[in-house]
């Protein structure tokens, strides 16, 4: 089976980078083009200014479905995420260019819900149990689907672009649960994540954005939320002031102007002052702390969702 225009792909690599254009693609970007893209490798090598360059749009996770929409010969496809809600962008999804090395053809098995998520920071898939690794550094919030039984606490997963299954020790995985997450148990998730590089349109235990954070916070728990800010204050419900608690979200936004940065909720309010867990694009990394004055001018509204 070959990819095809029409048809849905997955990811078959760790975490793949979904572009604005192969134009848009700095030479610094080299290690996230491979066909086995080193994403820590390209964030270290990211300086200051070029960790928010607007070339990335978002990030995709192994075993996450596209629907292709063209194949060029240079080696590039033009996809839309479809396990990323963008309404405003595309209502299929979040719509990018990946290099088309970084897809596999839809398995039978892929149609079926997955029934583990990786829980740890950073997991390596391996061709046996305790054997070399095959997939190095698998993240947080990877879905994976279970090929046999436990041995010797590993546990087998299809993987895409693998013909046999690949194993991962049982303690780097939880099964997805059946029951909606508690707001705590989001912000529990996201918190783990704190001090991890801001990357513009990351969406990783690499480095994250702000609306990434929550994204994936809620992937975790097998929750499909909106990728991008404004999209997932629509996808909310606003709060009256001072009813918001922890894992709630706080949406910012300039005068006249759309939503631009989104926070989790770290803490109850008391008075005037608020405090968020967020990917900050000031600090270039994720921080949990009160908001100062000029954030508090910014704020718009608590939501829940």
Known sequence: MELQPGREAVVRVPVATLWASPDAVRPVDR???????????????????????????????????????????????????????????????????????????????????????????????????GGPPALPGVVLGT?????????????????????????????????????RPEAKEVLAV????????????????????????????????GVTVPRDADDQAEATTPLAPGDERPGDLYFFARPGRRIHHVGIVSAEPHGEQRRMLHACYRQRRVVEEQLPAD????????HRF
């Open 31 to 129: 290690p996230a083009l491979s066909d086995a893209p080193d994403v820590p490798a390209w964030v270290a090598g990211l300086d200051h200014d070029q960790q928010v360059g607007d070339c990335v749009l978002s990030q995709l996770l192994l075993g996450e479905r596209v629907l292709v929409i063209e194949l060029r010969v240079d080696g590039w496809a033009h996809v839309v995420a479809v396990e990323q809600p963008a309404a405003k962008l595309d209502p299929r999804g979040y719509p990018g260019w990946l290099p088309v090395a970084q897809l596999a053809p839809l398995r039978a098995e892929r149609q079926r819900s997955p029934q583990f998520v990786v829980d740890a920071h950073v997991a390596d898939l391996h061709f046996t149990p």
């Open 143 to 179: 879905r994976l689907y279970r090929a046999g039984p436990l041995f010797d606490g590993w546990l087998p997963f299809h993987v895409p672009g693998h013909t046999e299954p690949l194993w991962v020790p049982e303690t780097d995985v939880v099964p997805l649960p059946v029951e």
């Open 190 to 221: 996201a918190d783990r994540l704190r001090g991890l590089p801001y990357i513009w349109g990351g969406h990783s235990s690499h480095g994250i954005d702000c609306s990434g954070l929550v994204h994936l916070a809620w992937r975790r728990f």
């Open 295 to 302: 954030r508090l001018a910014t704020l718009v509204g608590a």
